[in-house]
C-alpha cells in the first residue's frame, strides 16, 4: 500500500473512531443537557456559531419596510411585546421574572443595544430559535403585526421605564390586533 493509501487509512481509522466515541457518549446520556447546568466553553461557542451564522444566512433575502419608524408600529409593536415578550425578554425597569431566570440559554435582554440587524430580528421573532424556549411567533401572527414588533425592538434601547409604560399603556390590545387581522394570514414572501 502506498503513503498516500496508508495516511488515508489511518484518516478513516481515526473519523470511525471519532464517530464510534460520540456515539457511545450520546447514547450514554454523558452531556448534561439540564437549563440549570451551562454548557461547556466549546459547546457553547459552537452553538452560538451556528445560530448566528444560520440567522445571517435566512435573514440575508429579508426587505425590510420602509417604516418602522413609524409611531403607529411602534405602539403596536410596544403591545405585542408587553403580551408575549417581556416575561422573558424583560423592559425598562423591570426585574428578572421567573421564567427568565430559569431559562438556558437565558433570553437576551432587549432592551439592550443588539448587533442584529431589523431582518434578522424579524426572522427570530417570525421562525424562533430552536432548543432556546424562543417561539416561532410566524405560526399565530402576520408579517405585519411581527414587524410591528420589530419596530418597537429597534425603539427599545432608547426608552426609559417611563416612556416603556406610555406606549404599552397606549398601545392597542392584542386580542384587538388579531381580531382586526383575523389572526393569522398565509404568508407569501418565500424569503422570510
Not at 58 to 82: F, K
Not at 154 to 174: D, F, G, I, M, S
Request: net charge positive.
Amino acid at each position: 500500500m502506498s503513503n498516500a493509501g496508508r495516511r488515508w487509512s489511518l484518516v478513516a481509522g481515526a473519523l470511525l473512531t471519532l464517530l464510534g466515541a460520540v456515539a457511545v457518549a450520546v447514547y450514554a446520556g454523558i452531556y448534561n443537557v439540564a437549563a440549570d447546568v451551562p454548557h461547556t466553553q466549546p459547546v457553547y461557542w459552537l452553538f452560538e456559531t451556528v445560530r448566528d451564522r444560520s440567522i445571517a444566512s435566512r435573514a440575508r433575502d429579508i426587505v425590510v419596510p420602509n417604516e418602522l419608524s413609524d409611531p403607529a408600529r411602534i405602539s403596536s409593536g410596544a403591545g405585542q411585546y408587553a403580551e408575549m415578550c417581556s416575561v422573558c425578554h424583560l423592559a425598562p425597569g423591570m426585574k428578572r421574572t421567573e421564567i427568565s431566570r430559569g431559562l438556558y440559554p437565558r433570553a437576551p435582554e432587549l432592551r439592550r443595544k443588539t448587533d442584529l440587524t431589523a431582518a434578522e430580528q424579524f426572522w427570530i421573532v417570525k421562525h424562533g430559535v430552536k432548543m432556546t424556549g424562543m417561539p416561532a411567533w410566524g405560526v399565530t401572527h402576520d408579517d405585519k403585526l411581527l414587524w410591528d414588533v420589530v419596530a418597537f425592538l429597534r425603539k427599545l434601547p432608547e426608552l426609559t421605564q417611563e416612556q416603556y409604560e406610555v406606549l404599552v399603556k397606549n398601545a392597542p390590545k392584542h386580542e384587538e390586533l388579531m381580531q382586526e387581522r383575523g389572526g393569522r394570514h398565509q404568508h407569501g414572501d418565500k424569503h422570510e
